[in-house]
């Protein structure tokens, strides 16, 4: 027999301003629980990250994260798939953030992706300083030049709001074989944050592979987001 389930996005969605789960969408989710629904969170932090603010109690079945570059249990966090971008295309889009003079991350493989290696162009961008300092003890000087990286998860430019839709559309162009997903900054909630994946990750696809994993019927599943990187999983 099939199942049905519900994806929801985590900041914004389930959580409030506060980082907190009200009372009333935790007793919806323990409700769907009993009823035999998958939850399941997606969202665009971290494994690390999202632990920060879901405790063992928080009533899901499953995480995505890194907006689908990895899933696991929860709240056991066995990690049931995790996917990296290869060398190569880490080459081919650091050579273009640089070309594009951005400001960017280059996170680490799943489940060490909160650790990362940065370049800054010179210009202010307090957003990607804020980020810095926010993970000061993971965060580390990319070493130049690039010869061979090792694979990541994924590159995160940081730039302003105005310029995330025109650069997003560019990098798309640019790399046409990987995901670009914009969102807004979780920081300073409004600067624009630009995610490269490989081709194979969002959080709609990474939806799609736990359907099929678990079964689950996908003409029976609900989605819930509120900002950019939400719009494929709707």
Known sequence: MTRSAVFTDLDGTLLNSGQRLSDINRQTL???GRAGICRVVATGRSLYSARRVLDDAFPIDYLI????ASVSTFPQSRLLRAVAMTSDEVQESVATLFELALDFM????VPNNHCFAWHASGQPNPDFERRLALYDAHQRPLVLPLNDPTPATQLLAISSAHAGERLQRTLQTRLPKL???RTTSPLDHHSTWLEIFPGN???SKTA???CDELNL???QTVTIGNDYNDIDLL
């Not at 994260?65 to 689908?68: F, L, Y």
């Not at 280059?106 to 493989?109: A, E, K, R, Y």
């Open 30 to 32: 323990t409700s769907l």
């Open 65 to 68: 994260s890194s907006t689908g």
């Open 106 to 109: 280059i996170q680490d493989p």
């Open 217 to 219: 019927d996908t003409e």
């Open 179 to 181: 995901t670009v997903i």
């Open 208 to 210: 799609r592979w736990l």
């Open 201 to 203: 990750v969002s959080k």
